[in-house]
């Protein structure tokens, strides 16, 4: 079902600082820079940095998305088998969806699809 990692969201409380701390430990600029996103291609994957901390708590600061071929299919069949859905499906631009479900372990884990 995974296909590949394919983006890491960081959360900050401090999105400037965090953007700045990221250019220049990666050497890499933004390609997309919003007050509630940053976003970096690193060798064609995503470091994302997310300024929005109302679902985080200290040790859940990141979450890693798995590229999916059927975003519904995944939540449904990762719930069938003992997940707990964390952030339902929602479109966060174009074809991209994601979805957080929460493994039966304690684990985050981000299902993203679309390009």
Do not use: H
């Not at 250019?23 to 929005?52: M, R």
């Not at 479109?91 to 957080?100: D, E, K, L, R, S």
Request: glycine share 10%.
């Amino acid at each position: 079902m995974f296909n590949k990692l394919r983006t890491v969201i960081y959360s900050v409380n401090d999105l400037q600082k965090a953007k700045e701390w990221y250019i220049n430990i990666t050497g890499i600029q933004p390609y997309f820079d919003e007050p509630f996103y940053v976003g970096f291609d690193i060798n064609g994957f995503e470091l994302g940095l997310d300024p929005d901390n109302g679902n985080v708590q200290q040790g859940n600061n990141s979450t890693a998305y798995w590229a999916v071929d059927n975003i519904d299919d995944a939540v449904e069949k990762c719930i069938a088998n003992g997940a707990v859905l964390i952030n339902p499906v929602q479109n966060v631009g174009g074809t991209i969806y994601v979805a957080i479900i929460k493994d039966p372990f304690g684990n985050c884990v981000g299902l993203i699809t679309g390009v």
